[in-house]
């Protein structure tokens, strides 16, 4: 935190000497009037400066306060405004003789105080991490003191400070020595460090609470009903500043700025930073970024719009495909930045064969396809491929991952049931609502019901219910079983509603099968109040009573609905991250209001798109599929070669580790033979992630163990380029006296000829020229071991960044 504050007043120094330009502004309050109701009450005033065509700036660090009656209230250098005492006085600001002033009205400063512990205390310990789980919120506590994590039980935090350790946290006789204080502070060490110092607004909020005899507050005061943020968007430009203000609701229709006890966080550090006083400051790179301010329980979102400060110089128009690049096209145009051309056919044949049935083209198919000139070739390409019995292979092994197909859990038989119904259900083009409501709603014996094989893996209600919301909607509720989620607006209440849907939901043993059982009516409590919770989906209200019969298929109703507004979304945002490398809500499997998409446009748009086409997943592969954004090259241009979100640019992607291995398979030539698997089979095929193997566990195969889109590993590391460089078994398939290499030696006598063999079998294309004069100096310089060279150079290729990454 200190490190990203010390960047943000560097920049904020920056931003001051950009403002000090002689650039023609007019400025503006915000609010204003300002109302102040109670002893100490505060309210922040931010000043906008707008130039003639319409520009606005934040000048709130750069403009200068002062009260025309400081016996009323009090200004600091920000611009924060603190009753005195009851009366009227104004705030006149000045910018560069620019002048504007705030009317500010004091009334009820005389009164006592009302402390309330959950309103006043408890979002102290949230903006300065106490409570959060590396600290004195994690399960055991810290060094004997332990918090709710995230301040979800204001109760128990209370009895914590005041009650535990014989009550020597707090001393209301002498609240500066309060251990509380003390430590908080510095003045006592503190594993914690320093949290604010010594006459701090949270410091004095700290003391005075003390000395007023540490109330916790009356059960009937008014309760925070929502917040929202101040401004909720700007266009900020590179390398500049945007304060921001937080405003919490009541139920008693009162509205506070809370600015100062609220917590922010940055979604997106690279472009916009975030620091504890809500002020942000803007990078170099273009693009958005989304500032999330908490304050108790509520979420709000600023989101800073960040174009290119440089404008496109006139440029060829690429074509627009569909409906896509339109919606593309337009998010790029507002950040200045170009997209790249249209990749060449051979890049489309390998990209799309990978992406697609996870292998690669082979150089018959390479050649055919190199040679056609018929205009539509690329759409008859994919749908070649998706009829392909390796497209329900590979898309059962990416349904297998976040389904959890886990022969440890299951046994061999269930498992493979389980599977059979996933691939099945792809080389079908089930409807995926169709294919969510069978997962939903399996029922009978798992050797003959496959999806029931889920509900032995997940088979907690609670697991089921958080899988599910995690793998068909991209939203994740776990966390929210034991305390409100941190970034969401998911209570308990929301997650408990979605477990009663499970509830009744059983495995049971009869004979020699397992049967998935619904019986029964039982009742979900809430785990704190001890209240029923009746079965309701994420986001609506809750009934009287559970619906009547198996609850999961009210469940399944509500979410393939047309209208709902999470399952078409996610499935959607995950097919594009398929065929992208990263979606338009990144990570796919955390749809919040705080990880917004990054062009929400596209996004409605496709999910549209799939509702109209009846959910048929091949129909929305083939309209990405066939968009100039997917066919644009990976070659940056001047304006793009920092924009990684925002699809101007085909990313570099490594591919999966079963694709890799059967890619390696079938480049040399050889097979490989895995563990009780029957011979010539591809790892894309192998339905167990338990089968041994050390090339699929180095590159990063997932266990299962979660829905979390994240077990699969993309990271590099050492081991892998050393195991593709120097493994015996790698090397073993490019020496194979039947592996292709020898093949190709002993059947083409041309130099020329086996060079582009080679070529268009590892990279799909032919060489360059400057690729086929260095390959044949290699080749005719050892005519004596012709075999071992045509090995050195399949070899060379193997380990090339071209054959390892889809592109």
């Known amino acids: 935190m200190r490190r990203t504050n010390a960047v943000v007043g560097l920049f904020v120094v ?20 300002i109302f102040l109701v109670g002893p100490e009450a505060t ?31 009090m200004v600091d250098e920000r611009g924060r405004v603190r009753s005195v005492a009851n009366g009227e006085a104004a705030i006149a600001i000045d910018y560069r003789g620019q002048r504007s002033h705030v009317k500010v009205t004091v009334r009820e400063s005389d009164k006592l105080k009302a402390w309330h512990f959950e309103d006043d205390i408890e979002p102290i310990f949230s903006r300065f991490g106490c409570n959060n789980s590396g600290c004195h919120g994690k399960a055991e506590g810290q060094n004997g003191f332990k918090l709710s994590v ?30 509380l204080l003390r430590k908080a502070s510095g003045r006592v060490a503190h594993g914690g460090g320093t949290r604010f110092a010594v006459g701090s607004e949270p410091y004095e909020t700290l003391r005075r609470w003390i000395a007023a005899g540490s109330p916790f507050g009356r059960d009937d005061a008014p309760k925070l009903t929502g917040i929202r943020i101040e401004p909720g968007q700007r266009v900020l430009g590179m390398r500049k500043t945007q304060q921001l203000r937080v405003v919490a609701r009541y139920s008693d229709q009162r509205e506070a700025d809370v600015t100062s006890r609220a917590k922010f966080q940055s979604n997106n550090d690279g472009l916009a930073l975030a620091n504890v006083d809500g002020l942000v400051t803007t990078l170099d790179i273009p693009g958005e970024a989304a500032i999330m301010a908490t304050f108790l329980n509520e979420v709000a979102v600023f989101r800073a719009f960040v174009p290119r400060q440089e ?14 690049d339109q919606h593309v096209d337009r998010k790029l145009a507002s950040l ?82 389980y599977y059979r119904w996933i691939r099945e259900s792809m080389k079908s083009n089930k409807p995926l609502d169709r294919f969510a409501r069978e997962l939903i709603t399996a029922e009978g014996p798992l050797r003959e019901n496959g999806p029931a094989g889920f509900y032995k893996v997940a088979r907690k209600p609670g697991e089921a219910a958080s899988s599910l919301s995690q793998t068909l909607l991209g939203v994740r509720i776990a966390c929210a079983e034991c305390h409100h989620h941190p970034y969401d607006r998911w209570s308990q209440n929301d997650y ?19 049967w998935l059982i619904v019986n029964g009516n039982p009742q979900t409590l809430h785990p704190r109040t001890g209240k029923p919770v009746v079965a ?105 070669a920092r924009d990684e979100q925002y699809f101007s640019r085909t990313l570099l992607r490594r591919v999966e580790a079963e694709v890799l291995l059967d890619m390696v398979c079938q480049v040399t030539g050889v097979p490989e033979k895995f563990r009780g698997v029957t011979t010539g089979a591809r790892a894309v095929q192998l339905w167990d992630s338990k089968v041994n193997h050390y090339f699929l566990k ?93 090995e050195d150079v399949a070899w060379a290729l193997l380990n090339s960044v071209e054959f390892r990454f889809n592109h």
């Open 536 to 640: 309701h989906a994420l986001g609506q209200a809750m009934p009287a009573d559970n619906p009547i019969g198996d609850r999961r298929h009210a469940l399944a109703d509500w979410m393939t609905a047309a209208d709902n507004q999470y399952f078409a979304r996610n499935m959607a945002n995950r097919l594009w991250a398929h065929l992208f490398g990263r979606g338009i809500v990144e990570p796919v499997d955390d749809v919040r209001a705080t990880n917004p998409p990054s062009n929400p446009e596209l996004l409605n748009a496709l999910a549209r798109s799939l509702v109209e086409a009846k959910f048929d997943m091949r129909h929305l592969l083939r309209l990405i599929a066939l968009s100039r954004t997917y066919q644009t090259t990976a070659e940056p241009n001047e304006s793009n």
């Open 698 to 790: 180095q590159f990063g195969r997932p266990e299962r163990t979660s829905a979390c889109e994240c077990e699969r590993n993309h990271e590099p590391n050492v081991a892998q380029v050393l195991h593709l460089l120097n493994s015996p078994e790698i090397h073993a398939k490019l020496a194979h006296d039947d592996g292709l290499a020898a093949r190709v030696h002993r059947e083409i006598d041309d130099d020329a000829k086996l060079i582009e063999e080679l070529y268009l079998t590892y990279l799909s294309r032919m060489p360059s020229e400057n690729e086929r004069r260095l390959t044949l100096e290699y080749l005719r310089g050892r005519k004596d071991r012709r075999r071992r060279a045509v």
């Open 150 to 179: 995230f301040g979800f039980d204001a109760a128990a935090d209370y009895a914590a400070i005041l009650k535990e350790a014989r009550g020597r946290r707090v001393f209301t006789s002498a609240p500066e020595q309060s251990l």
């Open 311 to 324: 404008i496109l110089p006139a440029g060829p128009l690429l074509p627009q495909f569909n409906f896509i």
């Open 496 to 514: 408990y509603g979605m477990v009663a849907f499970f509830a009744p939901v059983s495995v049971k043993s009869q004979g020699q099968s397992d």
């Open 14 to 33: 920056m931003a001051g000497r950009l403002l000090a330009a002689d650039v023609p502004m007019t400025i503006r309050a915000d609010p204003e009037a």
């Open 336 to 417: 200045n930045v170009r997209p790249s051309a249209v990749c060449d056919d051979a890049t489309y044949l390998r990209r799309i064969t990978l992406d697609l049935i996870g292998a690669l083209p082979t150089a018959i198919e390479a050649r055919r396809f190199l040679a056609d000139t018929r205009s539509d070739k690329r759409a008859r390409l994919v749908d070649g491929l998706m009829l392909r019995p390796e497209f329900a292979d590979y898309w059962a092994l990416k349904w297998s991952d976040v389904l959890r197909v886990d022969r440890s859990l299951l046994g061999h038989e269930h498992a493979y049931a």
């Open 43 to 73: 309210q922040s005033i931010l000043v906008n400066g707008q130039t003639p065509e319409g520009k606005i700036s934040d000048l709130t660090h750069a403009a200068r306060y002062q009260s025309t009656n400081t016996a009323v209230c």
